[in-house]
């Protein structure tokens, strides 16, 4: 699995931690092992940029997450996957540290805890995951709860 990552926020933030969680979040979604995925960083003017631009919003956002493949997750036997096992570009993850901080400030967590919620958020939503509506909003929640659990665990042994 290809994962890019460029910090581009002007703030100091693990990436080799931010790799970890998105290839954790990948593996454990069943995602080809082929797909490809970038994870940008960036500043506050730009996420605001990008979110008036994309999204429609006002002001910066905490991630953004750009579809690119659908053909990335491994369905099984007789589902549909990537033709031929070519590489499946899965998408960008733009996450902005700054508004980050100030979530996880409010959430009284670690700066880093919430990058690393933000960035499994970003993977389910490249995955086809949202939370506009009630049941999906658990039904995703409770899916990225589990994963950064699980990859918490990895961690502390």
């Known amino acids: 699995m290809s994962i890019e990552i460029a910090n581009e926020s002007g703030v100091e933030v693990d990436t080799d931690a931010v790799l970890a969680v998105a290839r ?3 593996d454990e979604m069943g995602v080809n092992p082929l797909a490809e995925l970038s994870v940008l960083l960036v500043d506050i003017d730009y996420m605001s940029e990008l979110n008036h631009r994309w999204m429609g919003g006002d002001g910066p956002t905490d991630v953004l997450a750009f579809p690119m493949d659908e053909g990335s997750v491994d ?7 990537p033709a031929g096992g070519e590489p ?14 100030k979530q996880a400030a409010t959430a009284g967590h670690a700066t880093a805890d919430e990058l690393h919620l933000l960035t499994v958020h970003g993977v389910l939503h490249l995955l086809g995951y949202d939370h506009a509506e009630p049941e999906e909003e658990r ?15 990895t961690r502390s042994r």
């Open 24 to 26: 954790h979040a990948l």
């Open 139 to 153: 039904e995703m929640f409770g899916l990225q709860a589990r994963l950064l659990d699980s990859w918490r665990s």
């Open 75 to 81: 369905h099984g036997p007789g589902e549909s996957g």
């Open 88 to 101: 499946a570009l899965l998408g960008d993850i733009v996450l902005c540290p700054e508004v980050a901080a």
